[in-house]
């Protein structure tokens, strides 16, 4: 299996502008979630979904995000109006739900805005 | 208010000695303590698992304990290498309803040095 899959890697866009970030969760997965990394908070949980329905979204820092998951094997994370603080590297993990299993990580989008 | 701190942002050791971890928590009843490895650029690894009812768990030259008496975990890696330098994270998951959802710490940046 080619893993967790995550696109762009990398993207630097301006204030205003809307980015959308995208996930292949690993085949036969059925949790998915979107997390944020910054060095002053860390690793942050913005959404997660299990089975395509989102389960927890309390993370989303605001209206600005949203994400979609239409089918097991894609998920979107869009912000809308883009931010200078929204800069971070956004990571996208799936897991085997129903069991104690650990999560899988892609390798992340670092997303700057200017 | 929910809390997870690992002992140490940094944490540099000689090559061959033992580094020891910790993760402590406050106002949390986890069921499963996971342990992850970052490297720079990277999205986490998944390393080690423990349950609540373990005491502790071994991997190779790494060895996890649980105290859900003190709330913390120790992560120790024998005969540490330069190879094991990275960011180790440990990560909470309460079960239950939530299984699945992890609280991660801020992570502990281990060096290892010849």
């Known amino acids: 299996d080619a893993g967790v899959i995550q696109s762009p890697r990398h993207e630097v866009t301006e204030m205003g502008q809307e980015v959308t970030l995208r996930c292949k969760p690993i085949s036969g997965h059925n949790s998915l979630f979107w997390y944020r990394q910054t060095m002053m908070r860390g690793l942050e949980l913005l959404i997660y979904?299990?089975?395509?329905?989102?389960?927890?979204d309390s993370g989303m820092p605001e209206d600005r995000f949203s994400a979609k998951m239409p089918n097991a094997s894609f998920s979107t994370l869009k912000i809308q109006p883009s931010e200078p603080r929204d800069s971070a590297v956004y990571f996208c993990?799936?897991?085997?739900?129903?069991?104690?299993?650990?999560?899988?990580f892609g390798p992340g989008t670092r997303l700057t805005v200017l | 208010s929910q809390k997870i701190e690992q002992n140490s942002e940094a944490l540099n050791i000689q090559e061959g000695k033992t580094a020891t971890l910790t993760c402590n928590y406050t106002?949390?009843?986890?069921?499963?303590l996971q342990w992850y490895r970052q490297d720079p650029g990277r999205g986490p690894v998944f390393l080690l698992l423990?349950?609540?009812?373990?005491k502790e768990k071994r991997k190779e030259r790494l060895k996890v304990t649980f105290d859900t008496t003190l709330k913390q975990s120790l992560f120790h890696i024998t005969a540490s290498q330069p190879a094991d330098s990275a960011t180790y994270l440990c990560a909470l998951d309460s079960g239950g309803s939530t299984l699945g959802r992890l609280y991660f710490g801020r992570g502990t940046q281990l060096t290892v040095w010849p």
């Open positions: 423990i349950r609540e009812n373990e």
């Open positions: 993990a799936s897991r085997l739900a129903g069991r104690d299993n650990e999560q899988f």
């Open positions: 979904f299990n089975n395509n329905v989102p389960i927890d």
């Open positions: 106002n949390y009843s986890p069921a499963y």
